[in-house]
C-alpha cells in the first residue's frame, strides 16, 4: 500500500462502558464492510468466541 500513512493511538480502557464500545466498534466492521449480517458471522472475527457462540482461543474471557 504505497502512499499509505497509519497512525496508531493507544487509549487506555478505563471502564466497562468504553471497553465495551471498543468492542463493538471492532465486531461491527466486518458487517459495515458487507463481509456478513450478524457480527458473529465472520469467520476472522473475534465476535462468536466474544458472546460464547464459538469457543474458540481468540480471546481470554479473564482480564487482569
Known sequence: ?????LISVIIK???????NQK???IHL???KANFGEKKV???FSSAAD?????????IQ????
Open 1 to 5: 500500500m504505497a502512499g499509505l500513512n
Open 13 to 19: 480502557i478505563s471502564n466497562d462502558e468504553f471497553f
Open 23 to 25: 468492542v463493538n466498534y
Open 29 to 31: 466492521n466486518p458487517v
Open 41 to 43: 458471522e465472520y469467520l
Open 50 to 58: 466474544f458472546f460464547g457462540i464459538r469457543k474458540g482461543k481468540l
Open 61 to 64: 474471557h479473564q482480564f487482569g
